[in-house]
T-cell receptor
């Protein structure tokens, strides 16, 4: 399978704990994105990497959230001191540098439930 | 800021019925417009796109025309199938960016 891979698919945690999600983009895709989707809503942009550089962060990304993409390959999204409001589906997407802007390839998502 | 508004669902149709899902947008520039689809248990997939006014995107029997005068990008299909049951998201991206702004999604249920 050469699609975008996300792990874990589902994470249940207690409030105050830290969680980390991993995204493996399609090989050779330079651009990588994180979105968040809550029930009944469309995905909302969180952050964007071009290779290893984080080029944009949404105001939705509080200081408890941090994303990295070392070596420009896989990416991690860490949420510290989780709150119940962080419960959502976290989506990763990638696109090639030469592709049409906005034409993203999404993973199946990582669902976070904070108790 | 830029935004996308799409009709609420669920939309319930019988097989072979005609489908329209309305989508309108607000943007300061000249965005590209997209329809993404999410089938049960799968990730979002690009269904079709249009990059400028009067462009028609089409794929798998679905069509949508970029209407600048009405700021709309309505999704249509002449004859739906049970396999089209999914959630459909209208989205825009500002020129030369990948940051997508999505609507809230419309669930389509097609019954045999």
């Amino acid at each position: 399978d050469t699609g975008v891979s996300q792990n874990p698919r589902h994470k249940i945690t207690k409030r105050g704990q830290n969680v980390t999600f991993r995204c493996d983009p399609i090989s050779e895709h330079n651009r990588l994105y994180w979105y968040r989707q809550t029930l009944g809503q469309g995905p909302e942009f969180l952050t964007y990497f071009q290779n290893e550089a984080q080029l944009e962060k949404s105001r939705l990304l509080s200081d408890r959230f941090s994303a990295e993409r070392p070596k420009g390959s896989f990416s991690t999204l860490e949420i510290q001191r989780t709150e119940q409001g962080d419960s959502a589906m976290y989506l990763c997407a990638s696109s090639p540098m030469t592709g049409l802007f906005g034409e993203l390839f999404f993973g199946e998502g990582s669902r976070l439930t904070v108790l | 800021g830029d935004s996308v508004t799409q009709m609420e669902g669920p939309v319930t149709l019988s097989e072979e019925a005609f489908l329209t899902i309305n989508c309108t947008y607000t943007a300061t520039g000249y965005p590209s417009l997209f329809w993404y689809v999410q089938y049960p248990g799968e990730g979002l997939q690009l269904l079709l796109k249009a990059t400028k006014a009067d462009d028609k995107g089409s794929n798998k029997g679905f069509e949508a025309t970029y209407r600048k005068e009405t700021t709309s990008f309505h999704l249509e299909k002449g004859s739906v199938q049970v396999s089209d049951s999914a959630v459909y998201f209208c989205a825009l991206s500002e020129r030369n960016t990948d940051k997508l702004i999505f609507g809230t999604g419309t669930r389509l249920q097609v019954f045999p």
